[in-house]
Nanobody, 124 residues
Framework: QLQLVESGGGLVQPGGSLRLSCVAS????????IGWYHQAPGKEREGISC????????YYADSVKGRFTISRDTARNTAYLQMNSLKPEDTGVYFC?????????????????WGEGALVTVSS
């Protein structure tokens, strides 16, 4: 079964940090671009970061640039999103997705069904 499962969400105070994980099964994550999406309450899902199959430093939306870092562990077949200096507007559900390429911070040609995501709440 080709699957991506997100985890690592939770409640955090403004300025805090969280690391989200995205575990892949049924395929090799390193063969694909991997992207993270954020869906704020009442809003549409939007891409915020993408890492191409060739690696590198990743691409980021302006809203998270300098605060979030995307990475991949090939041995664990897992992608991560390190989120620092969190703000209340970062609240929402975070999803990961694989695709063929990165169109800047958005993964192109999404290949998987969307998972349940990881809920992040930034609040004091």
């Amino acid at each position: 079964q080709l699957q991506l499962v997100e985890s690592g969400g939770g409640l955090v105070q403004p300025g805090g940090s969280l690391r989200l994980s995205c575990v892949a099964s049924g395929f090799t994550l390193a063969d694909h671009a991997i992207g993270w999406y954020h869906q704020a309450p009442g809003k549409e899902r939007e891409g915020i970061s993408c890492l191409s199959a060739s690696g590198g430093t990743g691409y980021y939306a302006d809203s998270v640039k300098g605060r979030f870092t995307i990475s991949r562990d090939t041995a664990r077949n897992t992608a991560y999103l390190q989120m620092n200096s969190l703000k209340p507007e970062d609240t929402g559900v975070y999803f990961c997705q694989r695709g063929y390429v990165c169109y800047d911070h958005v993964v192109g040609y999404p290949m998987n069904d969307w998972g349940e995501g990881a809920l992040v709440t930034v609040s004091s």
